[in-house]
Structure formats: structure tokens, C-alpha cells
């Protein structure tokens, strides 16, 4: 069995949620009583955030790789970073790393493309959703990825940064965010939403929403990554 490394800390919140995710999932393919063994290298949010803020992406990438260079360490074989919006600069650590990455956009893509669909709203952090990371992958099967406007973008960074993150998951939110899901299905006609921040499905814990299906990143990556730790 690989040794799976994890970049967490992207919040806290969705790295314990990746924690739980992980053991279950194995548990269930391996169909024992053993449990995963794996490496978490927590970093710091306002680390991120502040270079995110400046748009210095290089130094994010040289943050992240110091990171990778723990798990690396530490035994790790490969490795996942259990965030969406880090992955903005996934293509320039690439070829900097010492241990394989499973990229969140890459296994959303081919969830996504496995449904057949074609029209996603993306649902995210203002760093992601205004970035072409996302956008550049899908559009390489065809899948068009819509953002929400300007105002419910905002509202959704404002709530994610300032609830999500830090742990707080209110109703009215919820309502907020799946009012946003409902506009843009009556004047984009999308077809599913993906859920390209790792807090969200803490929140919209239903996979699908009038018909709208919802890809959960965090689930995606957790399956990618057991696939890959138990081949």
C-alpha cells in the first residue's frame, strides 16, 4: 500500500472533514479492521490567504512545496492538497515536486465528464472562481464552467471566508447559497454545480438540489486518492 501525504490546515474544518472521509472510505474498500496509515503537514491558513490577497503566487508555490517537502520526508509516497484554491498554482510546483500529486481540478474534470455534463456553475472562493485554473481543465472535454455574478460571488467568499472557514454552518446561508444555485439554473440553464471549495459540501450536504446535481470536491479527491493508495 502507498503512503498518502496531506496538505491540510486549508481550513481546518474541510481537513478534518478529509480526515473522517479517508478512513471511512478505506475501511469500506478494504473490508477490514486495519486503518490507513497517512501524514498530515497542517499549514497556515493566514499564510495562504495573505499571499492569495497580494497575488503572489509564487511565493504561495514555494510555500506549498516547503509543505510537500515534509510529507516527502516523512515518508509519504504521494500526496493531495486538501484545498481547491492552492491548486491555482499547481502547473508551476509540478515539476518542482518530490512526491506525485492527485489534483483536486483533474479529478473533478473526469467526475464531471463520467456524468456527462456539460454547463457547471462554479462555486468557490473569489480566488478561485475568478481564476482560469478550473475553467482551463474542463474546457479540454468540452464542459463550460459559469461563474455567478458579481454580487452572489461576492456573497459567497464573504461567507465562506468569514463562516465556512471558521466552522459556523447557518441556515440561512444555506438558503443562500442554494438561491444562487436556483438563478443561475433559470438564466444560465447549467447543469450541475461544483462545489470547488473544500467547506461547501459541509454546508450543502445534499448531492443534488432540484435536479441539480452538486460534484463534492472533497469527496472526489478522497476517492482518488484511496484508489491510488490501494493500487
Request: charged content about 25%; overall charge negative.
Amino acid at each position: 500500500m502507498k503512503t498518502l501525504g496531506i496538505i491540510g490546515g486549508l481550513g481546518p474544518e474541510s481537513t478534518l472533514d478529509y480526515y473522517q472521509r479517508i478512513i471511512a472510505l478505506y475501511r469500506e474498500r478494504t473490508g477490514d479492521r486495519h486503518y490507513p496509515e497517512f501524514v498530515i503537514v497542517s499549514v497556515d491558513l493566514r499564510k495562504g490567504l495573505d499571499f492569495m490577497d497580494a497575488n503572489d503566487l509564487g511565493g504561495m508555490a514555494n510555500y506549498l512545496l516547503e509543505s510537500i517537502d515534509k510529507l516527502a520526508r516523512a515518508g509519504a509516497d504521494f500526496g493531495i492538497i486538501s484545498a481547491n484554491t492552492p491548486h491555482i498554482v499547481f502547473d508551476e510546483v509540478a515539476p518542482r515536486l518530490p512526491i506525485p500529486l492527485i489534483s483536486i481540478v483533474e479529478a473533478t474534470r473526469a467526475a464531471a465528464k463520467a456524468q456527462n455534463l456539460k454547463r457547471l456553475a462554479l462555486f468557490g472562493t473569489r480566488y478561485t472562481m475568478q481564476a482560469s485554473f478550473y475553467p482551463k481543465v474542463f474546457a479540454r472535454d468540452g464542459i463550460e464552467l459559469l461563474v455567478p455574478d458579481l454580487q452572489d460571488m461576492d456573497y459567497i467568499h464573504d461567507k465562506y471566508m468569514n463562516e465556512l472557514v471558521p466552522g459556523k454552518f447557518l441556515a440561512d446561508t444555506r438558503a443562500g447559497l442554494l438561491a444562487i444555485v436556483d438563478r443561475m439554473k433559470a438564466t444560465s440553464d447549467i447543469d450541475g454545480v461544483i462545489l470547488a471549495g473544500t467547506e461547501l459540501p459541509l454546508i450543502l450536504r445534499d448531492p443534488i438540489h432540484d435536479g441539480i446535481p452538486f460534484l463534492d470536491t472533497t469527496k472526489i479527491h478522497v476517492e482518488a486518492a484511496i484508489a491510488h493508495m490501494l493500487s
